[in-house]
């Protein structure tokens, strides 16, 4: 398993960005499926956003579709980080956020498809 530290969190008024970075440990970082969640007070976590393992220099993006078009994922394999740019942020986006890894590469929409996790990072949209 490898070791997931999630950062950038915090309170942004509607309308405004944010960026969540998570930085993981190992040394094959490039390999791992990385993916974002989110859980909201009395609800369960869902998925937000995944990217699959960087064979050669191509990695591919899947968005939920609360979430397309606004936020994008990201991985930096030199730093092993992965991050998940936020814009036009709406309250109904304020949630805890999961970072997550997979070894397998691939990655899913459940939380089973995800063997590592972070221990999450508040977000807090303001109306």
């Known amino acids: 398993q490898v070791q997931l530290v999630e950062s950038g969190g915090g309170l942004v008024q509607a309308g405004g960005s944010l960026r969540l970075s998570c930085a993981a440990s190992?040394?094959?970082?490039?390999?791992?499926?990385m993916g974002w969640f989110r859980q909201a007070p009395g609800k369960e976590r869902e998925f937000v956003a995944r990217?699959?393992?960087?064979?050669?220099?191509?990695?591919?993006?899947y968005y939920d579709d609360s979430v397309k078009g606004r936020f994008t994922i990201s991985r930096d394999n030199a730093r092993n980080t992965v991050y998940l740019q936020m814009n036009s942020l709406k309250p109904e986006d304020t949630a805890v956020y999961y970072c997550?890894?997979?070894?397998?590469?691939?990655?899913?929409?459940?939380?089973?498809?995800?063997?590592?996790w972070g221990h999450g990072t508040q977000v807090t949209v303001s109306s």
């Open positions: 997550a890894a997979d070894a397998s590469g691939h990655g899913g929409t459940r939380d089973s498809d995800f063997d590592s």
């Open positions: 190992g040394r094959t970082f490039s390999k791992y499926a």
């Open positions: 990217i699959t393992w960087s064979g050669g220099s191509v990695s591919y993006a």
